[in-house]
């Protein structure tokens, strides 16, 4: 990312976005940095109490973005003041910084089919295919070496990175962003076993939809239905090295960490969080605004707005109540020891 050489003072950027300003609002500010790196033309953030530095003088930022209830704990400093800091400071970030060249133009090695579509202001790299009957939108950027098949249809505003597949038929919505290495419209993995246990494979004949402001990261793969359309909601992000099986539907805002996987069927609700390396079954239906602790396996339906970890994937209260049971459990061991020793005395001191 390259710094986009803006600057501005902290009145200015606390009307840009609404929030309020503690302290001298005429300060300059020309970029963002990470507490330990901020020099005074920076502004970083601290988002909640666990991460004040143990030492005012370890801040030499310009300014702060933070939550109101630490505005007397930093009072010394300038403040940008947001019930949401690392949200408002991520806006401030963007304003700062510009991201990656994009191509210009469409590049005269990118192969376009006659028939394809292709509308105002649409950049191509070298290298990249788009096949028959498909349409991509106004102000949409393909990255170098990536494959569109056939009929499919990319929505404006779109960043597409290098080395991303769009197989035949998929819809990508509006101001979708993709990372490299993703495959979307992979056939399912999907399999009926015959009389003598040889797999014959199901034709996946289904599609992909990925509706508006969805975000993929590097390396996924999202498989179209075996029948009907595999769908990601608007407003999902999804990290890295995630999968998404067959005929799964993703809600509106769903947040997806890396190394997780959704097996084919399953339905996740709106606002669902999924944490790192979080497995989930086939055919089960996950509420809206449920959290996953990272590393569980989900294996039944999830009711709206629970809080779960662990395998099995159980209740936030009942996880805790286990684990402390088991880290009792050498405790008790050693007290279980030392009654068998005294009965075990006992024992020999009656026999004699």
Known sequence: MNPVGKEYTLSELARLFGVKLQGDGSIVIRGVAPIERADRYHITFIESRKFLPPKPSMITAGAIVTHPSLAEKLSEFPLILSPTPKATFARIAQIFYKGPALPTGVHPMAWINPKARVEANVRVGPFVCIGDGSTVGKETVIMAHCYVGSNVVIGSGCLIYPGVIILDGCTIGDRVII?????????????????????????????VVIEDDVEIGANCTIDRATFGETRIKRGSKIDNLVTVAHNVTLGQRCIIAGQSGIAGSSILGDGVIVGGQVGITDHIVIGNGVRIGAKSGVFYDVKDKMDIFGIPA????????????????????????DLEEIVQKSLTGTKR
């Not at 990372?179 to 797999?199: K, M, N, R, W």
């Not at 936030?316 to 050693?334: M, T």
């Open 179 to 207: 990372h490299s290495g993703t495959v979307i419209g992979s056939d399912g993995f999907g399999y009926a076993l015959d009389e003598q246990g040889e797999p014959v494979k199901i034709p996946q004949l289904g599609t």
């Open 314 to 337: 159980l209740p936030k209260e009942e996880y805790l109540r286990i684990q402390g049971g088991i880290r009792r459990i050498e405790r008790l061991r050693k007290k279980v020891k």
